[in-house]
């Protein structure tokens, strides 16, 4: 189970740190993930980790702004996110898969495991 926190309302230019929890699975064990859907769009690759937390992926979007951390000991995954813009608005979800290839993690489909999401709304 994944219970994702920390969304809120935020001005643009403003930073908000969201937190995914999760519990029932070897969290060591599994790539991490973050997407976003907007309203009437499509659910997109926001960030990922992998499984020791060594390597970390980006949307183009988000390079040089968020920043995705893992905490194996606290079974926990965290986006940080800076410089947040008005199109950065949506349901952010966190995600985690045991057995994903590296050639398939920007893809929602590919994960078997999402927690509930969180609001992110930004303001011009």
């Known amino acids: 189970q994944l219970q994702a926190s920390g969304g809120g309302l935020v001005q643009a230019g403003g930073s908000l740190k969201l937190s995914c929890a999760a519990s029932?699975?070897?969290?060591?064990?599994?790539?991490m993930a973050w997407f976003r859907q907007a309203p009437g769009e499509e659910r997109e690759f926001v960030a990922a980790i992998a499984r020791r937390g060594g390597t970390t992926w980006y949307e183009d979007s988000a390079k040089g702004r968020f920043t995705i951390s893992k905490d194996n000991a606290k079974n926990t995954v965290y986006l940080q996110m800076n410089s947040l813009k008005p199109g950065d608005t949506a349901v952010y979800y966190c995600?985690?898969?045991?057995?994903?290839?590296?050639?398939?993690?920007?893809?929602?489909?590919?994960?078997?495991?999402w927690g509930q999401g969180t609001q992110v709304t930004v303001s011009s």
């Open positions: 995600a985690a898969d045991g057995g994903i290839i590296m050639s398939s993690l920007r893809y929602a489909s590919a994960y078997d495991y």
């Open positions: 029932g699975l070897t969290f060591s064990r599994y790539v």
